[in-house]
């Protein structure tokens, strides 16, 4: 698939996420915008999933290990075809089967539920360790906040996947740099998040997490890498594409009211034509 034709896609991901937190009057739309590329690329071009056949075997997994960016989640799942787009206004909704965070009893295209922090890298890793044991071809990619890996949690696991050498695993840290109380090296630093990786044997590479180039390098060599698990470190912008929120820690975890919603959607349209 074509660099511009990911662009569009990633900038419909981004409308549907602002459609689905402005609708519910609440959600996380800061982390789920800055994360909307690196969903895209895995759903439209690197990962092996059939949205026709949604429990395939062989299917690639993918666990959202930040469970709260959900609507980036749920965005992509309806762009690839999942359910209808339509739906995503029922984010948060009583009885809907987008919930808050991830449910995978209830939505199609979700491989596990998730939501507390820390726990969904240690899932990952059992599913690639699975693969591994039972012969199958299957990869697993995890995707954790920058915040999220000041969990103790995460360490246990990236130890666990280093030591096993699990080369079907590939863990991708949204680096934002901010979360819930303010910048992520002013609340409790993870830096070098790079550094940490390697010292648990990850192959480690940095990328810009709005670049289609640089992500389609950085998953190739992930799957190029034997004998260890690979962690992509995704340096990124929360709030990406709209105008109030990047870099504004406000949107963490705001909803925005019906004027903010118009000019969110205005910005989103004014890239959306730029990409024609």
Not at 239 to 261: I, R
């Amino acid at each position: 698939m074509e660099v511009s034709e990911l662009k569009q896609i990633a900038n419909e991901v981004r409308k549907g996420i602002i459609t689905a937190v402005h609708s519910a009057k609440s959600g996380h739309p800061g982390g789920s915008l800055s994360a909307a590329d690196i969903m895209t690329y895995l759903y439209f071009e690197e990962m092996n999933v059939d949205p026709e056949e949604p429990e395939k075997a062989d299917r690639d997994r993918f666990v959202l290990s930040k469970g709260h960016v959900a609507p980036a989640l749920y965005s992509t799942l309806a762009q690839r075809g999942y359910f209808p787009k339509e739906d995503l206004v029922q984010l948060r909704k009583t009885g809907s089967y987008l919930q808050g965070h991830p449910d995978m009893k209830g939505t199609a295209g979700v491989d596990m539920s998730s939501g507390s922090l820390g726990q969904g890298i240690s899932i990952a890793v059992g599913m690639a360790l699975s693969a591994g044991l039972s012969g199958e071809s299957y990869r697993v990619y995890t995707l954790l906040g920058d915040g999220e890996i000041q969990e103790g949690q995460v360490w246990e696991a990236a130890m666990f996947a280093g030591f096993r050498k699990l080369d079907n695993l590939v863990v991708i840290v949204d680096n934002n740099n901010l979360q819930i109380d303010g910048p992520v090296d002013e609340v409790c630093s993870p830096y070098p998040i790079d550094e940490k990786f390697k010292a648990f044997n990850f192959h480690v590479i940095n990328v810009d997490a709005h670049d289609f180039t640089g992500l389609a390098h950085a998953f190739e060599e992930a799957r190029n890498t034997k004998g260890q698990p690979t962690a992509i470190i995704a340096k990124s912008i929360k709030g990406k594409g709209v105008s109030f929120m990047e870099n504004n820690v406000k949107w963490h975890g705001s909803a925005p009211n019906d004027k903010e919603f118009e000019i969110a959607m205005a910005d989103l349209e004014k890239i959306g034509e730029s990409l024609k």
